[in-house]
């Protein structure tokens, strides 16, 4: 849990706020609300954000160390906090500094981590005794990774991804992550993902048992995201990271998420950093990782 990995000085929080992937992602039919129920498999993983939260007398105030972030009730940091004085009924207040390592808009909820940081920072700090159930169903309400970020680990999600069932732990591997300098709109991916032909689906149960198995080399041939397909028709730059990661030794590659951010599972940290470096000088965002649980 993201509790875990926060440090409390007097009325000062400092959080470690992780990035995820999605070993599998399957979205399975379109819901009468508008939403996408899905299926998939996330994992928490060593790329994190610092989340500092001080305690102040009254108002929500957030910084952070990009320019182009919103620090108002737009950045879901600053919505947790207002989302949070409203559940426990208090009338309290924080300043919130956040530093960015996770890429932004990169399909690893960075933002949906932030936010989740916030609210265990703030229930720790104010001692309001909220249940990691009731963390969730406040972090619902600002989005559907929200509990996801909250609990962390290897995870099955269900829904709208708010149905959360616990795995067992990844196996230790190394993680390398490209994000190439594009954007992409989750919500024209979930639009498009409606009508376009998906050739294969994942595997979950299979995927579930290389977990339990500890069998590294089957995790990473069961990789699967439905998405990757119509992301990578509009970004072909997509597959083509994903092709070179292979190349480079990677035992499976895929895309998290909506995208654009490919990752791919290594062997051994050697073969990783080798991948790395024939990536690191044509984007800025790559990262080796490694599975948190």
Do not use: W
């Not at 929500?60 to 989302?83: D, H, Q, S």
């Not at 208090?90 to 996770?102: F, L, R, S, V």
């Amino acid at each position: 849990m993201i509790s875990d990995h926060i440090i409390i000085t007097g009325g000062r929080a400092l959080a470690r706020s992780f990035a995820k992937i999605n070993l599998t992602l399957d979205v399975l039919n379109k819901r009468e609300d508008g939403y996408h129920n899905v299926e998939m498999i996330m994992q928490t993983v060593s790329l994190f954000d610092l989340v500092l939260v001080d305690k102040t007398g009254g108002g929500i105030g957030i910084t952070t160390n990009l320019r182009f972030l919103p620090c108002n009730e737009k950045n879901l940091a600053y919505a947790a906090a207002r989302e949070f004085f409203k559940a426990a009924g208090i009338d309290g207040g924080c300043k919130i500094m956040i530093h960015k390592n996770i890429p932004v808009a990169a399909g690893l909820a960075g933002g949906s981590g932030n936010a989740a940081a916030v609210l265990c920072a703030l229930n720790m700090l104010y001692n309001t005794g909220f249940s990691a159930q009731q963390l969730c169903d406040i972090g619902l309400k600002l989005g559907a990774d929200v509990p996801y970020c909250i609990l962390g680990g290897t995870y099955l999600a269900e829904g709208i991804g708010e149905k959360l069932s616990p795995l067992p732990p990844m196996p230790k591997c190394s993680i390398l992550m490209v994000k190439p300098p594009i954007n992409i709109s989750t919500a024209a991916i979930y639009e498009k993902i409606d009508s376009e032909y998906i050739p294969g689906r994942p595997d979950t149960e299979s995927m579930q048992r290389a977990i339990a198995s500890g069998d590294t080399p089957a995790v990473a041939s069961h990789l699967s995201n439905v998405m990757s397909t119509v992301t990578e028709s509009m970004h072909p730059i997509v597959r083509g990271i994903k092709e070179k990661m292979l190349k480079n030794g990677a035992l499976g590659a895929e895309m998290s998420g909506s995208g654009p951010t490919v990752f791919g599972i290594f062997p051994d940290y050697a073969s990783a950093k080798r991948s790395h470096d024939s990536f690191a000088y044509q984007f800025k965002d790559v990262y080796i990782t490694a599975p948190v649980n």
